[in-house]
T-cell receptor
């Protein structure tokens, strides 16, 4: 059974710092991996999607990497801003159906 | 609208009552997903629709839970004889391709 773990559960950093969020998964047979952002009381917003054949994806200040063989992904946020404060969720798709298995999330607070 | 919508946004019900939660996906999106987000359990997959068919119902926690989709569009998640452990935020997502677009969720509270 696929399990997704995110470390740390919570993180507080001063504005301007670069930071890394970690995600690990137990079964390397994945179709893709996605990173989402969730703001309190709102739905999820997809940030980055990495196909199983890819190693990384970048969008603005965000960079996500994937090491499928070791079952790990990282989300790198450069020059963090208070507006980045949210919960970040990692999810893997075990097949091309789109079904997602989520980690518990990392709650990030960026202090001005 | 441009996004996935869900109704109601909040629902408070008494234990033992039935509830219906509605999801309106983005027009043209063929796949639709229901997830549940509860404290201590994180976000869990419930059911997936492709068109009006549900090829994967593996996440439905009990036979009190059912869902249907009509016209390849609107979906309804029904919970019969609600229990307190059903309290959670129920999220719906739709997709065309690999990107999933989530609705704002329905917060269900069972007293």
């Amino acid at each position: 059974k696929q399990e997704v773990t995110q470390i740390p559960a919570a993180l507080s950093v001063p504005e301007g710092e670069n930071l890394v969020l970690n995600c690990s998964f137990t079964d390397s047979a994945i179709y893709n991996l996605q990173w989402f952002r969730q703001d309190p009381g709102k739905g999820l917003t997809s940030l980055l999607l990495i196909q199983s054949s890819q190693r990384e994806q970048t969008s603005g200040r965000l960079n996500a990497s994937l090491d499928k063989s070791s079952g790990r992904s990282t989300l790198y946020i450069a020059a963090s801003q208070p507006g980045d404060s949210a919960t970040y969720l990692c999810a893997v798709s075990p097949s091309n159906t789109g079904k997602l298995i989520f980690g518990q999330g990392t709650t990030l607070q960026v202090k001005p | 609208g441009a996004g996935v919508s869900q109704s109601p946004s909040n629902k408070v019900t008494e234990k033992g009552k039935d509830v219906e939660l509605r999801c309106d996906p983005i027009s043209g999106h063929t796949a639709l997903y229901w997830y549940r987000q509860s404290l201590g359990q994180g976000l869990e997959f419930l059911i997936y629709f492709q068109g009006n068919s549900a090829p994967d119902k593996s996440g439905l926690p009990s036979d009190r839970f059912s869902a249907e989709r009509t016209g390849g569009s609107v979906s309804t998640l029904t919970i019969q004889r609600t229990q307190q452990e059903d309290s959670a935020v129920y999220l719906c997502a739709s997709t065309r391709g690999v990107w999933q677009f989530f609705g704002p969720g329905t917060r269900l509270t069972v007293l």
